[in-house]
């Protein structure tokens, strides 16, 4: 570690040249670093050969999709994932949670076709039509097919029999012949290692177990053991899991990069119907004289471990030449399956063309928020050029989608997924994280430093996280100290306290018998914890669960994981509101605003100055988190479906000596104004 320190006009000097710089773009990674896999550069037909940049390029930026408000509202807080592509006219209709892990099921059967065709040999499949790979002898087989046939039946076979009737076994065997032919015996191994370095899907995805089928060989991949989905906000381990982006890279990459010859003996697999029984996606394009290549999946109550799973995912070609990318992965959520493919239906018709028209003219806005944001922290914090190694230093992440890489260098970049989107995007190392790291050698690359060896970000991503300096807008550690006092300078700590009226959605902070604030708060009033608490531990910068580091500004009221801390998430002065605040949900923790606040002699962010008023942190530097202190001891947060309901909780210490009773301070929360700027009023 090097113990260079940038002077301050070198750092400022070299972030004003980053801020004018053009944001740059993640390119598809083409060409494969296995030379087990020489077959990587195919032919695409010309037509189709911009559906895969085009889809990758829309999948940096789910959040614009023109219809995610519909179907937003139809999936709630469900776990769905959706993508709804359409190849045609570029223009990604819905993408929700496309990069939150799902269990797959048997959807990724259909890939495995494609890493078969890929990577065996045309004379294999190539020989025998498709209509004579079930042939139960040779003469049913027309003579110039009958030799090839012969010889390839078994694998022919097996390969339709995993895509038309979902067979497991068959799965296995296809999987099992293509490690034979590349001389492995790690048959999961390789079609993981082909899937990320072929086709391109991110570190998430990946099949970690397929014991049907394989035998003398290994059918896992510990590389993929122990990952888990967020379902219904409980953390859920599932053998195989891919995303939706994922899953819709293998169509898009079949259409657009696989020789033509090769595509079409996919989609000649995947068209087939057995016994006109249809899955939703294969009854969507019926009902509309369409064409489907797909393949689904599914897991009863007794397969899965949160509930029904049903996935399906594949393209649609319609009568009038419009092809669309669909994927649909869900889990316990097997009631929302109906009325999404009813819109979905509705759109195949045209009958949203109006409202795509129309989302189209927010574009502009939705796109300004990188500049807001970087405007509010030139604002609020002074920019640091004060690093200190061997020390934690802290910083925010300026860009949405900040690049993330596993050592510093751009040669290993690690996908930095979509894990929450609707009108705007949210990263997984999302803009407004407050980060804790390390400088390292040239100054121009630092490492983040987890909460702790087993962080759980950090363990679900597989990497070390890596970013450059200039992503960042470093900050002293001046803005994590103790604010003894907001308006009384008599204040002792046992005479703060918080209120959480949950109902109203609203955070009050009083000292003694003086309020200081009442803001509004998203919260989730299923799962926030009513009662009486006390702040237990402080940390400047915290990992959450399921899958959000850097949270700024943490307190921990209780022991379950409930917490009152900043949502840079909620992008608060750009779009909440008081009509959309009650249709925005946690996951039990109190979500507070980052806007500029004054109170007292202190202007600074909301979320900041809690945190501080609450107890701060002292050393930062040298501490991941800290417990209240004799100095600064925990301040009782009270938490309440309506004001009212205080009456039945003791008064926190303090207030009797002052001789404040609850009606007092009940009298002064229904007086008190809310303290939000004006584009919190404004009509919606």
């Not at 559906?51 to 219809?67: F, G, I, R």
């Not at 087989?141 to 012969?150: D, H, I, L, T």
């Not at 053998?239 to 010859?261: Q, V």
Request: aromatic share 12%.
């Amino acid at each position: 570690m090097s113990n260079k320190t940038q002077s301050r006009r070198q750092f400022l000097g070299n972030m004003a040249a980053l801020l004018a710089a053009p944001e740059l773009v993640l390119k598809h990674r083409k060409e494969s670093r296995f030379s087990s896999f020489p077959n990587s550069e195919a032919n695409p037909a010309l037509a189709d050969e911009a559906v895969l940049e085009n889809y990758l390029n829309w999948l940096e930026k789910p959040y614009l999709a023109a219809l995610n408000d519909v179907f937003a509202e139809m999936i709630g807080v469900s776990a769905v994932g959706l993508l709804l592509y359409d190849m045609t006219d570029n223009q990604l209709l819905a993408g929700l949670k496309t990069e939150n892990l799902f269990p797959i099921a048997s959807a990724f059967k259909s890939a495995v076709l494609m890493y078969f065709v890929h990577q065996i040999d045309e004379s294999v499949w190539g020989s025998v039509p498709v209509e004579y790979w079930t042939a139960r002898q040779s003469d049913e087989v027309p003579e110039p097919y009958r030799a090839a046939w012969e010889q390839h039946s078994p694998i022919l076979f097996s390969l339709h029999e995993m895509i038309v009737i979902s067979d497991n076994k068959s799965t296995g065997v296809v999987l099992q012949y293509v490690a034979r032919q590349k001389g492995s015996t790690e048959p999961l191994v390789l079609f993981n290692d082909w899937s990320r370095e072929v086709v391109g899907i991110s570190q998430l995805s990946g099949m970690s177990d397929w014991a049907y089928g394989i035998s003398g060989m290994n059918p896992s991949d510990s590389r993929f053991v122990g990952r888990e989905a967020n379902i219904d906000y409980k953390l859920v381990s599932y053998s195989n899991m891919m995303t939706p982006r994922d899953l819709g890279l293998y169509y898009a990459w079949m259409w657009s990069a696989m020789s033509e010859r090769q595509r079409e003996i996919c989609k000649t697999v995947l068209s087939i119907i057995k016994d006109e029984r249809r899955t939703n996606l294969e009854k969507l394009a019926h009902n509309n004289s369409s064409i489907s290549y797909s393949k689904s999946g599914s897991l009863g109550v007794n397969e899965s471990v949160a509930g029904i799973v049903i996935t399906d995912g594949g393209i649609i070609h319609n009568p009038d030449g419009k092809s669309y990318l669909l994927i649909f992965m869900s889990a316990n959520a097997d009631t929302k399956v109906e009325p999404i493919f009813q819109v979905m239906d509705d759109i195949l018709k045209g009958k949203y063309d109006t409202t795509i028209a129309r989302m189209q003219e927010t574009l502009d806005r939705e796109l300004n928020y990188a500049l807001l944001y970087d405007q509010h922290l030139t604002q609020a914090y002074t920019l640091n050029a004060d690093f200190r190694p061997g020390q934690y230093n802290y910083a925010f992440v300026r860009p949405e989608g900040i690049r993330v890489y596993s050592t510093p260098s751009e040669q290993y970049p690690v996908r930095n997924p979509v894990i929450s989107n609707t009108r705007f995007g949210v990263h997984l190392l999302m803009q407004g994280a407050l980060v804790r790291y390390q400088t390292i050698d040239d100054d121009e690359w630092v490492q983040l430093i987890p909460d702790s060896p087993a962080d759980n970000v950090q363990f679900r991503l597989g990497y070390p996280m890596y970013v450059k300096l200039s992503d960042l807008w470093p900050i002293s550690y001046e803005y994590s100290q103790p604010i003894p006092y907001l308006a009384d300078s008599s204040t002792t700590h046992s005479e703060k306290y918080v209120i959480i009226s949950l109902i109203s959605r609203e955070l009050i902070a009083f000292e003694k018998d003086t309020l200081l604030i009442k803001t509004p708060i998203v919260l989730n009033p299923f799962a926030t914890p009513r009662g009486s608490y006390v702040i237990t531990t402080k940390w400047f910068a915290r990992s959450m669960q399921p899958w959000a580091p850097g949270v700024p500004f943490t307190a921990f009221f209780d022991n379950e994981g409930f917490a009152i801390h900043g949502s840079p998430w909620q992008r608060w002065e750009q779009t909440v509101n008081k009509t959309n605040i009650t249709k925005r949900t946690s996951a039990g923790c109190i979500n507070i605003p980052n806007w500029m606040v004054t109170i007292g002699n202190h202007t600074r962010p909301l979320d900041e100055l809690l945190f501080r008023w609450l107890g701060g942190m002292e050393q930062p530097e040298s501490k991941v988190y800290e417990y209240p202190s004799e100095t600064y001891p925990a301040v009782r947060v009270i938490v309440v479906d309506y004001p009212e309901d205080l009456k039945q909780y003791f008064l926190p210490p303090g207030m009797a000596s002052a001789k404040i009773g609850w009606p007092d301070v009940i009298a002064k929360i229904e007086a008190a104004a809310l303290t939000a700027p004006d584009s919190y009023f404004a009509e919606a």
